[in-house]
């Protein structure tokens, strides 16, 4: 089994710039988890969806931040605009169902100028 | 006050000792506890799961769950300076709704 893939694994851009970042859950979880890292802040959740649907958003900061689940295999989450605030260590996880442990891809580290 | 809370550290233990690491939570209908490791600059890495208040062991850890103290524990026994990371506890609540709730961390230091 491949993981937890998530790409890229950096990504340095501009303030005001749009952001993609990609990930696909191991196969056969069925849930999907988004979370943001930072030495303030720790670990935060995002979003996870459950079965492609998105159960909880609540943890996205502001509009413009966006994610999508358009098929079991395949989730991206999107900052327009990018602002240097927004700067962390981007995490994906899944899960093989709601009360187990997370996997975690690798990350992404995002830093916006 | 925090969700789940964990000490920051760093805890500095020497090599061959036991490291104890402390974790209390708030959703006292919490049902599920997760210790997982972070070396620096990797992703979380899940080591340990509890679901019943009392002890679980696997090789050089142990769990431990007080659900009515709403505390979790995990030890290291025979500690090595490759247990030199950050461990974070999460915690499922009782909502069940599927999402995780982490610790801020704590680091632990093993000195040779």
């Known amino acids: 089994d491949a993981g937890v893939i998530q790409s890229p694994r950096h990504e340095v851009t501009e303030m005001g710039q749009e952001v993609t970042l990609r990930c696909k859950p191991i196969s056969g979880h069925n849930s999907l988890f988004w979370y943001r890292q930072t030495m303030m802040r720790g670990l935060e959740l995002l979003i996870y969806?459950?079965?492609?649907?998105?159960?909880?958003d609540s943890g996205m900061p502001e509009d413009r931040f966006s994610a999508k689940m358009p098929n079991a295999s395949f989730s991206t989450l999107k900052i327009q605009p990018s602002e240097p605030r927004d700067s962390a260590v981007y995490f994906c996880a899944s899960s093989r169902a709601e009360n187990y442990g997370y996997t975690f891809g690798s990350g992404t580290r995002l830093t916006v100028v | 006050q925090k969700e789940v809370e964990q000490n920051s550290g760093p805890l500095s233990v020497p090599e061959g000792a036991i490291a104890s690491l402390n974790c209390t939570y708030s959703d006292r209908g919490s049902q599920s506890f997760f210790w997982y490791r972070q070396y620096s600059g990797k992703s979380p890495e899940l080591i340990m799961f509890i679901y019943s208040n009392g002890d679980k062991e696997d090789g050089r850890f142990t769990a431990q769950l007080n659900k009515a103290s709403q505390y979790v524990s995990l030890l290291i026994r025979d500690s090595q300076p490759s247990d030199s990371a950050t461990y974070l506890c999460a915690v499922h609540g009782s909502s069940n709704t599927g999402k995780l709730i982490f610790g801020q961390g704590t680091t632990l230091q093993v000195k040779p």
């Open positions: 969806f459950n079965n492609n649907v998105p159960i909880d």
